[in-house]
């Protein structure tokens, strides 16, 4: 059984797609990845219950086929995670 996106799957998908845009093309490392997610979820109460296991959603979203790793150089959205993404702003928007 596939687990569904959450909220912090998306934060994780929208740095990827944001620091790629802004930087050029170039991908984001882990560290970066990390430190971004860290800061962008700081106010949530993730820290403390536990649901925001940057390790796992990682692993979930590399094996589910919305980020990928290019040797080590970085993480990248697939057009898997892009589409995903992008439907997400898109309700976003429509619930507005």
Same mark, same amino acid.
């Given at each position: @059984?596939?687990?569904?996106?959450?909220?912090?799957? &998306?934060?994780?998908?929208?740095?990827? &797609?944001?620091? =790629?845009?802004?930087?050029?093309?170039?991908?984001? =490392?882990?560290?970066?990845?990390?430190? $971004?997610?860290?800061?962008?979820?700081?106010?949530?109460?993730?820290?403390?219950?536990?649901?925001?296991?940057?390790?796992?959603?990682?692993?979930?979203?590399?094996?589910? *086929? &919305?980020?990928? $790793? !290019?040797?080590?150089? *970085?993480? $990248?959205?697939?057009?898997?995670?892009?589409? /995903?993404?992008?439907?997400?702003? @898109? /309700? !976003?928007?429509?619930?507005?």
């Amino acid at each position: @059984m596939q687990r569904l996106l959450d909220k912090y799957d &998306y934060i994780l998908l929208d740095i990827i &797609y944001t620091y =790629k845009k802004n930087n050029k093309n170039q991908l984001i =490392k882990l560290s970066q990845l990390e430190a $971004n997610y860290w800061t962008r979820i700081e106010r949530d109460d993730a820290r403390d219950n536990h649901t925001a296991q940057l390790g796992e959603r990682i692993a979930h979203l590399y094996l589910s *086929g &919305y980020i990928l $790793n !290019k040797s080590g150089v *970085g993480y $990248n959205l697939t057009r898997k995670g892009k589409e /995903e993404l992008l439907d997400e702003r @898109m /309700e !976003k928007v429509e619930r507005i």
